[in-house]
């Protein structure tokens, strides 16, 4: 069996930090370390930055994006394609998306995508909100010319994006999806069956 080699209050920090997406059990040791080693320099501005943010982070009622502000800092921004909006299954696909900085559109996340296996349908997701932004009129007085569905590459994403299409079909919207296929800098050799397939069917012409 083996025994403690630290007092409860570093341990409690440990298993909270392994419950971090990314980080194990070793992982988590890992950083609690030099957690304690530099408490000073980055232990104690982390606990203040976290301490800050949880008095404040709030779910923006537009398009589900988790900020210090409502609505959203994105939601905000006069400058973004009104006409455009870029629906996400999470914040962190919202995010992603926004780093790679390749397109300047409105945002919906979903907060997950559907899985009837784990009790997650549509009233669970955030969908009838999606199909009121698309009938409203835009700021500037137009409408969403087309909804762009960024939903993973499984079986539920799948089904969500399939969903999301019929239940904007009457609203006339145009409603494209990512493409799927061999990624920038990609080997073949290295890809799988599925990534291929996908790549062949969503081929274009030079």
Same mark, same amino acid.
Not at 100 to 121: E, F, K, Q, W
Not at 168 to 192: I, Q, W
């Given at each position: 069996m083996a025994r403690a080699v630290a007092g409860p209050e570093i341990e409690r920090l440990v298993q909270l930090l392994a419950r971090v997406p990314g980080l194990g059990p070793r992982s988590a040791r890992r950083a609690a370390l030099q957690l304690i080693k530099k408490r000073d320099s980055l232990m104690a501005p982390l606990a203040g930055a976290m301490q800050e943010v949880l008095g404040k982070i709030e779910t923006c009622p537009v398009c589900g994006n988790l900020d210090v502000r409502s609505p959203c800092l994105v939601c905000a921004d006069p400058t973004r394609d009104p006409t455009l909006i870029v629906v996400v299954a999470d914040v962190s696909d919202l995010w992603?998306? /926004? @780093?790679? $900085?390749?397109? *300047? +559109?409105?945002?919906?996340? %979903?907060?997950? =995508?559907?899985?009837?296996? !784990?009790?997650?349908?549509? &009233? /669970? %997701? *955030?969908? +009838?909100?999606? +199909?009121? @932004?698309?009938?409203?009129?835009?700021?500037?007085? $137009?409408?969403?010319? /087309?909804?762009?569905?960024?939903?993973?590459?499984?079986? !539920? $994403?799948q089904t969500t994006a399939h969903y999301v299409t019929e239940l904007? @079909? /009457? =609203?006339?919207?145009?409603?494209?999806? %990512? +493409?799927?296929?061999?990624?920038?800098? $990609?080997?073949? &050799?290295?890809? !799988?069956e599925g990534t291929l397939a996908a790549a062949i069917r969503a081929r274009t012409a030079l």
């Open positions: 992603a998306l /926004e @780093r790679a $900085g390749a397109m *300047n +559109a409105r945002y919906h996340v %979903l907060g997950g =995508t559907l899985s009837p296996l !784990d009790g997650i349908g549509p &009233d /669970e %997701l *955030n969908m +009838a909100s999606l +199909a009121g @932004r698309v009938r409203q009129p835009t700021a500037g007085g $137009g409408t969403v010319a /087309e909804v762009l569905l960024a939903l993973p590459a499984t079986v !539920d $994403g904007l @079909r /009457e =609203t006339g919207v145009k409603v494209t999806r %990512l +493409a799927h296929g061999v990624p920038v800098g $990609g080997e073949l &050799d290295y890809l !799988d």
